[in-house]
């Protein structure tokens, strides 16, 4: 157990039990106020601000934002696909892309994060179909993510996952009759988007342009200057509280644990639903977990496959490797699964260019 007297210590600044207490009710309450800390953690106000500022400072937390896009008609995708990068129209990515991943798979594959609008659905899929071969494209129906310190060592200030123990931990949940429903109820989990809106919003073409211009909707950095979008500060201050207001933008806390370094997809496309939740669950003790719902799309916008599981970890050094060597055999058996190591982020520029993150 470390002292709470470490402010002012610069790089040696460790976290502690009261930081992680701090960390773990900001992300529960998705809230940053003081009072609600407090209400959560049993802490002094003291304290909560101390440790607050301090883990601001060390960027451990960060107010981000995601949006709704059913409810302003347009649709999330996510195209999957063999060396899309070579031969991709550059206009359409610099229209529609947020993300471009490079992936390593047994051939080298490419993962765009596309925003579509609605009525231009049938000729996106058009595109990737007809002029790529192994194409795979998801609608994504809605969002969930976790955060978990439960693998955090304080002593030594590194993240100790045991690999072997969490598979063991994930057949145990299988196993136990309604052990799931019970593990539900405290699960960190949380849905961020909702895939059914009550009722769909039109919005002007700017606001639009304001949305689609965010090089992504988690981005810390939401000031005008650093997403491109024309117009004064004021505008686009008042655009995105319009859309809070709306419901379309929403904000929460994502508090993420330092050096997770390697980071990869698992597209699950058949599985059984029991075996799912059991893996999601125990995935979810991961230091951070994101899936996505997602149906599996044809040329024609049918939907080829309805249950669709995206999931995205983000792993301490060498823990792709551990993970493989635990958990391949329990995938093989269970599910028919693809997986994926990223390699690099890049986003498109305005002009169409491509720019490594």
């Not at 402010?7 to 502690?16: A, I, M, P, V, Y």
């Not at 940053?32 to 101390?50: P, W």
């Not at 060396?83 to 991709?88: A, G, N, R, W």
């Not at 983000?314 to 493989?324: D, H, I, K, S």
Request: with cysteine.
């Amino acid at each position: 157990m470390f002292e709470e007297e470490i402010e002012g210590k610069g790089e040696d600044f460790k976290l502690n039990t009261t930081d992680l207490r701090i960390l773990e009710a900001m992300h529960d309450l998705q809230d940053q106020r003081i009072s609600s800390i407090v209400g959560k953690t049993g802490l002094s106000e003291v304290t909560v601000k101390r440790r607050l500022r301090n883990l601001r400072k060390r960027k451990l937390f960060a107010k981000k934002y995601v949006v709704n896009f059913w409810r302003m008609s347009l649709i999330p995708l996510m195209i999957v696909g063999q060396d899309l990068l070579e031969d991709v129209d550059q206009k359409l990515l610099s229209s529609y892309c947020r993300f471009i991943r490079s992936v390593m798979g047994s051939v080298p594959y490419d993962i765009f994060d596309l925003i579509v609008p609605a009525k231009k659905l049938g000729d996106i899929l058009e595109y990737f179909y007809g002029s790529f071969k192994n194409v795979e494209a998801y609608f994504i129906k809605s969002f969930h993510k976790s955060v978990s310190f439960r693998f955090y060592d304080v002593v030594k200030n590194t993240w100790k996952i045991d690999y072997f123990s969490l598979a063991l931990y994930i057949r145990e949940i299988m196993v136990k009759e309604g052990y799931i429903d019970i593990l539900k109820q405290t699960s960190p989990i949380k849905t961020i988007i909702e895939k059914s809106p009550s009722r769909s919003i039109k919005l002007s073409n700017r606001r639009i342009e304001t949305i689609l211009s965010f090089k992504a909707f988690s981005d810390k950095r939401s000031s005008p200057l650093t997403l491109g979008v024309g117009g004064s500060k004021y505008t686009f201050y008042r655009i995105k509280s319009e859309l809070v207001t709306l419901n379309s933008l929403r904000t929460f806390i994502d508090v993420y644990p330092p050096k997770l370094v390697e980071k990869l997809f698992l597209i699950i496309e058949k599985c059984d639903e029991h075996f799912l939740e059991a893996l999601l669950l125990g995935l979810s003790e991961l230091p951070s977990l994101v899936f996505y719902k997602a149906n599996k799309m044809g040329i024609s916008g049918e939907f080829v496959n309805e249950n669709v599981t995206i999931v995205r970890l983000e792993l301490p050094e060498g823990g792709f490797t551990r993970f493989l060597e635990n958990f391949t055999k329990m995938l093989i058996e269970k599910t028919d699964f693809k997986l994926y190591l990223e390699t690099e982020v890049l986003t498109p520029s305005v002009n169409g260019g491509r720019i490594a993150r």
